[in-house]
C-alpha cells in the first residue's frame, strides 16, 4: 500500500504562484511514477504532470506548459508542483498521484493510488 499526503493550495490571486507538495509513504520502494492530475467543478479528472523516479522524465498537459513545473526530492518520494501565472480556469482540486509497480520482473502489473485532494482557487 502507498499513503500520499498533498499538502499546499489554498487561495490565489489570478497572476499569481503557488506550490504543492505530496508525500509518499508505505511501500514506496517500487514507485515508477508521481504525478498531479486535477478535477474542476463539473469536469473529469485530468492529467497536469508527471515525474518518473528513476530518470526525473517529466511530462506535461499542454494547458500548462511553461506555466508550471513538477519535480521530486531525489532522497525521498515527494513530488512538488509549481505553479505560476494561475488563472481562474486552473481553480481545481488537484491531486497527487503514484504508479507503484508489483509482481516478478518477467510479469509486473501496477496499480495507482491517489491523495486526498487539495483545493486550489484563483480568484480574479
Known amino acids: 500500500q502507498v499513503q500520499l499526503v498533498e499538502s499546499g493550495g489554498g487561495l490565489v490571486q489570478a497572476g499569481g504562484s503557488t506550490r504543492l507538495s505530496c508525500a509518499a509513504s508505505g511501500s514506496i520502494r517500487s514507485i515508477t511514477v508521481m504525478g498531479w492530475y486535477r478535477q474542476a467543478p463539473g469536469k473529469q479528472r485530468e492529467l497536469v504532470a508527471t515525474i518518473t523516479t528513476d530518470t526525473s522524465t517529466t511530462n506535461y498537459a499542454d494547458f500548462v506548459k511553461g506555466r508550471f513545473t513538477i519535480s521530486r526530492d531525489m532522497y525521498a518520494y515527494t513530488v512538488y508542483l509549481q505553479m505560476n501565472s494561475l488563472t481562474p480556469s486552473d481553480t481545481a482540486v488537484y491531486y497527487c498521484?503514484?504508479?507503484?509497480?508489483?509482481?516478478?520482473?518477467?510479469?509486473?502489473?501496477?496499480?495507482?493510488?491517489w491523495g486526498e485532494g487539495t483545493l486550489i482557487t484563483v480568484s480574479s
Open positions: 498521484h503514484a504508479v507503484r509497480r508489483y509482481g516478478p520482473v518477467e510479469r509486473p502489473y501496477t496499480m495507482g493510488y
